[in-house]
């Protein structure tokens, strides 16, 4: 920065207009009085007391020093400070001129007017911010230019974004981790409900006000549902838009052949990176760093995170499955399961339209999570307004206790993603064999229901009838005598944990304390081991020529069996096999 002299530097300040003459002479006369009747020596001396008066800006008093006076203005907006600068604009705090209203000016460089692909996703971006209205996502005031200046005037909220929130605070408490990326669920699933993909969910897109309410910021690669708009990107052949790091597989391959899936996995690696400080793949070039994202899980949350607890850890996989279909479908599934996740482990959170609302009525005090934040989620319809904020409060369950659908849902999510075959291989999904059962059935065959973590048959078919059981207990029985055995069942399982699984079928012990339902199950399986036998028999005596007399043999029609080698299809059905990519 240059030394100037003190007259000249007023000049500057004069040229500039930021002060009216008339304020600006009151303040150096008021300042000659408090120095004896002179002006410091020094020009930096006088910008600090402009300062103080609250006349200039620390911004401004830099470009004054460094002789630079023009540019403080736009349109009806006076230019405070640079707020930041992004790929493509700069973003500066300003103010209203007449209404004295602060807001942030996105500005389009110069050096991009002439290029028509960002100046069309510039005017594409206001049209979309403007279009939306929730408190999760920053609102769009005004689009305009002066010359080759075109700007948009939009919200200014006061805080960081999740970046620097993160490098400054790391590790963030989990439960503030849950109400940040939560709150960004709720705003992105308004945003897909209106048509609209944002395709750059990243930290530095998160922004959080000073009362912990998260704001989507950044919609200038947004794709909408419109064909003219969705094809912006096709006609200029840009087909990987996007931040390689929060990068979804499928937008790496063609970013306008992309769903609202695509904005789930930015989610959650943006989750991944608020608990561990660093991005899902920080190592390597920009081309690896993308191709992991298509090729590889990264490395399990609990490594960094010891205090991280494995359900927790699950949503966030979830998050980032490589096939879409493996994620969750939407961004409400997202919100409710981390919502869950908060209730269930004791925690608070609070939606930042509940937080809207207590503004409006003035309602006393904020409810807030441990770390002095608030946030969360809460369950609705399409409009902004329609969901609900009755929900938010502290849970009524003790900190720490579980409900039992929550450990049931848990179990079935690490069973999905968590178990597989080898680290390398890809985890299979549960195999469904299918068992039909020949001849004429008993008039009572008893199915037991399923249980979790128990192999046991349930019917599949057309119909089912009740049948009564041995012991007075009826259970169902289906018409096609069709039989599915669930065999994604924990090892170790037993007869006795079938009996305690499904107490409605339990019934009252017989003598000796056994089980009436076990008995005839033992029963039934004896007496089908002797008609296996006899029939052995039988059809043995049949080969061999049959009972004694000297004639020949009387011919008999032998039951085709299968050729070695060569698959019953009559009695196996194919298995279907899910991969999954998953934590070990």
């Known amino acids: 920065m240059a030394n100037i002299p003190v007259d000249k530097f007023l000049d500057y300040v004069r040229r500039s207009t930021i002060v009216e003459e008339e304020t600006l002479q009151q303040s150096l006369d008021a300042l000659r009085v408090q120095r004896g009747g002179n002006l410091p020596e020094d020009a930096a001396d006088v910008a600090q007391y402009l300062i103080d008066q609250k006349l200039i800006t620390r911004w401004h008093a830099d470009k004054l020093l460094d002789r630079k006076y023009r540019g403080f203005f736009l349109g009806k907006y006076k230019l405070l400070g640079h707020l930041g600068t992004g790929g493509m604009s700069s973003v500066y705090l300003a103010e209203h001129q007449l209404m004295h209203r602060l807001r942030a000016v996105k500005v389009l460089p110069k050096t991009r007017v002439n290029d028509s692909s960002y100046l069309a996703r510039f005017r594409l971006e206001a049209q979309t911010t403007a279009s939306l209205d929730h408190p999760n996502i920053v609102r769009a005031y005004d689009v305009d230019n002066e010359g080759d200046n075109h700007y948009i005037v939009m919200e200014y909220i006061c805080g960081k974004d999740l970046q620097s929130i993160v490098k400054d605070q790391h590790p963030l408490p ?3 981790v849950c109400n940040y990326i939560a709150q960004a669920a709720e705003g992105l699933n308004y945003a897909h409900e209106e048509g609209l993909v944002h395709r750059d969910v990243k930290p530095a897109n998160l922004l959080v006000d000073e009362r912990g309410t998260v704001k989507i910021l950044d919609l200038g690669l947004a794709l909408m549902k419109d064909d003219e708009q969705a094809s912006l990107t096709i006609a200029h052949n840009e087909n990987v838009l996007g931040t390689a790091d929060y990068l979804a597989p499928e937008q790496a391959v063609n970013s306008h052949n992309v769903d609202l899936r695509a904005d789930i996995y930015g989610l959650g690696s943006t989750m991944y990176f608020a608990l561990t400080g660093h991005p899902p793949f920080p190592e390597g070039s920009l081309a690896q760093r993308i191709a992991a994202h298509q090729t590889r899980m990264p490395e399990d949350v609990r490594k960094e995170r010891t205090d991280c607890p494995r359900d927790l850890a699950d949503i966030c996989v979830k998050m980032m499955q490589k096939k879409p279909g493996q994620r969750y479908q939407t961004m409400r599934e997202v919100a409710e399961a981390l919502e869950d996740w908060l209730l269930t482990h004791g925690h608070q959170f609070d ?11 003035g309602s006393g005090k904020e409810v807030g999570s441990s770390a002095g ?21 502290k849970s009524n369950r003790p900190p720490g206790t579980k409900r039992a659908a929550d450990d049931t849902a848990s179990n079935q999510i690490r069973v999905e993603t968590i178990k597989g075959p080898s680290r390398n291989a890809p985890a299979v999904g549960p195999e469904k064999i299918e068992i039909r059962i020949g001849g004429d059935p008993p008039s009572a065959k008893p199915a037991v229901a399923a249980a979790a973590g128990v192999p046991v048959a349930k019917p599949i078919g057309a119909t089912t009838a009740r049948a009564k059981m ?16 669930d065999s994604d069942a924990p090892s170790g399982s037993s007869h006795k944990g079938i009996s305690s699984a499904v107490p409605s079928l339990s019934g009252k012990r017989g003598k000796g304390g056994m089980n009436p339902l076990m008995l005839a199950v033992g029963g039934g ?11 052995g028999i039988v059809m043995s005596g049949a080969l061999n020529g049959g009972g004694g007399g000297g004639g020949p043999p009387k011919k008999t029609k032998e039951k085709q069996l299968p050729k070695p080698g060569v698959r019953d299809t009559s009695l196996v059905v194919p298995v279907e096999v899910r991969p999954v990519y998953a934590y070990k």
Do not use: C, M, N, Q
Request: charged share 25%; proline share 2%; aromatic share 4%.
């Open 351 to 361: 939606s930042a339209l509940a937080k809207s609302a207590k503004s409006r009525h």
């Open 525 to 535: 399986i004896a007496a089908l081991l002797v008609i296996v036998v006899a029939v």
């Open 373 to 393: 934040k608030t946030g969360g989620s809460s369950k609705g319809g399409k409009a902004a307004g329609a969901v609900s904020a009755g929900r938010s409060g």
């Open 174 to 176: 989990l439960d503030l």
């Open 470 to 485: 041995p012991g007075g207990r009826s259970g169902e029985e289906d018409s096609t005598k069709r039989f599915v055995f």
